[in-house]
């Protein structure tokens, strides 16, 4: 799949950003890509369960839209999670 490593850079930041926000699940988000990828909402979320498997579930909902991007481009557009408790 030749977009492999798009799949990599969305499971990348969607950990830095729950690790920054202290965020411990994601219950919901919302990936825009280009209309010339090949991801699908179930292709990402089967990737995520694999690479963040402590962040996405079964009760996560992954939403990939198409959007006017460059190739190999994603947009976070929506990110729903629940928290962690910090000290």
Known sequence: ????????????????????????????AVI????????DSRDLYEHL???IPKLVD????ITVEKAELEDQTAVIYMLKGDGIETE
């Not at 799949?1 to 729950?18: F, V």
């Not at 079964?58 to 909902?61: R, V, Y």
């Open 1 to 28: 799949m030749h977009d492999s490593l798009l799949l990599y850079k969305i499971a990348a930041n969607l950990q830095r950003i729950c690790d920054e926000n202290h965020m411990g699940k994601i219950t919901e």
């Open 32 to 39: 825009q890509v280009s209309y010339n990828s090949h991801i």
């Open 49 to 51: 369960t694999e690479i």
């Open 58 to 61: 079964d009760s996560t909902i």
